[in-house]
């Protein structure tokens, strides 16, 4: 069974900086990549950052230049640092493992970010 562990979120003022982290623990193997979504109220669940083994990154053009994400390495950990965050990014933050053959999501159980402007 895999279990992802989400710590970090919480409140802060716009401009402001937060760093989440995400562990995952089991029977992992055949990793694609890990990564964070988020899914504000009443809107669909959006993809925020991927990274695969070797270090390739992916962002939403929406948080290019502020978010950084780092990890998917052997310790299957994976760090979103935030910055200059905005009222827009308020969302439900989930930590996002995609793994195994065939290939499937694993998800946290998501930690609550928000911008007050």
């Known amino acids: 069974q895999v279990q992802l562990v989400e710590s970090g979120g919480g409140l802060v003022q716009a401009g402001g900086s937060l760093r989440l982290s995400c562990a995952a623990s089991g029977n992992i193997f055949s990793i694609n990549h890990m990564g964070w979504y988020r899914q504000a109220a009443g809107k669909q669940r959006e993809l925020v950052a991927t990274v695969i083994r070797g270090g390739s990154t992916n962002y939403a053009d929406s948080v290019k230049g502020r978010f950084a994400i780092s990890g998917g390495n052997v310790k299957n950990t994976v760090t979103l640092q935030m910055n200059s965050l905005k009222p827009e990014d308020t969302a439900v933050y989930y930590c996002?493992?995609?793994?195994?053959?065939?290939?499937?999501?694993?998800w946290g159980q998501g930690t609550q970010v928000t911008v007050s402007s």
């Open positions: 996002n493992l995609k793994a195994g053959l065939p290939s499937r999501d694993y």
